[in-house]
């Protein structure tokens, strides 16, 4: 895909690794919209990025989506590529009492269904261009399970599986369907100080936005920066062996209640 001259639309843009990439997007003349759930982040990055265009929708609600797509596509007819990056992630004791069932899968309505829910929607404004891209964020725990946030984790592996077919699909379409797995970033996403991110190699955002455009501007449809990659890779050689890795923090948290 080439880097300059789209029309973009990326979810959850208010922070991390969405306001990195409408930034860098926005340096290289694009037209850059985000959407995000809070009105004051949003006020937010426009203050520090003007140019943006800027979205209160949460990804979790259909009539948000429905909104969302009809002043988008009614405002930038030009809409060329869709990011799908909004996401939370949540540690989980599923031996805890406290949590509603509702509550427990909050992270498969914004993580997953919005996605998909936002691929319906704006796949027929995307046909209509001549080049188009859907970006879906999975990560490198698509691949193997950190245990101590069990919900989050389905919802990745899901969004490689649903990107997959996706790709398969469009196929005949000028339509590129890209995943990006990012390794653990810096970003407010998760407590990169916590003892559990011990021995983890943890990025600095922009540098995995670097990345990310560099395989873009190559039509790298698997993008898996650092750690990403390695987690893949030692899911098929020692997937025993990297499971049990990634399930230390779950022995302390059950440490913690024995
Ligand atoms: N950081 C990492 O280590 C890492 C690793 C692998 C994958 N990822 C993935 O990268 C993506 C971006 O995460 P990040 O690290 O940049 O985290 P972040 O800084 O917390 O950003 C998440 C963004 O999503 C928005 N958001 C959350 N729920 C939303 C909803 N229901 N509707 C619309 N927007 C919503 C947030 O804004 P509001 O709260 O204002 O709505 C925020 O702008 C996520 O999909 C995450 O799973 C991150």
């Known amino acids: 895909m080439k880097l300059d001259g789209n029309t973009i639309l990326i979810t959850g843009g208010t922070s991390g690794i969405g306001l990195e990439l409408a930034k860098e997007f926005l340096k290289r003349g694009n037209v850059v919209m985000i959407t995000g759930r809070d009105k004051e982040r949003l006020e937010r990055a426009k203050t520090q990025l003007p140019q943006l265009h800027t979205f209160q929708s949460d990804v979790s609600r259909i009539e948000d989506i429905d909104a969302l797509h009809a002043r988008v596509t009614k405002e930038f007819p030009a809409l060329n ?3 799908n990056n909004a996401g939370v992630m949540r540690t989980i004791n599923l031996h805890s009492e406290e949590q509603s069932l ?4 909050r992270e498969i309505d914004i993580n997953f269904k919005g996605p998909v829910w936002m691929v319906k929607r704006f796949l027929p404004q995307l046909k209509k261009m001549p080049s188009a891209a859907i970006v879906n964020l999975s ?7 950190l245990p101590s946030a069990p919900v989050y984790c389905a919802t990745k592996a899901a969004m490689n599986s649903f ?4 790709r398969v699909q469009l196929k005949k379409t000028a339509v590129k369907v890209f995943e990006l797995a990012p390794p653990a ?17 943890v990025m600095k955002v922009d540098d995995l936005v670097r990345q990310f455009l560099k395989g873009f501007e190559k039509d790298q449809l698997e993008i898996r920066p650092g750690q990403a990659n390695s987690l893949k890779f030692m899911n098929r050689v020692a997937p025993e062996f990297i499971l049990a890795q990634l399930s230390k923090p779950v022995e302390r948290m059950l440490g913690k209640l024995n």
């Open 163 to 166: 990107t997959r077919s996706l």
């Open 102 to 105: 509702e509550e427990l899968t």
């Open 81 to 83: 590529i869709l990011v």
């Open 139 to 145: 990560s490198g725990l698509a691949f193997v399970p």
């Open 185 to 201: 970033t810096e970003t407010e996403l998760f407590d990169t100080k916590s003892p559990d991110m011990e021995g983890v190699a």
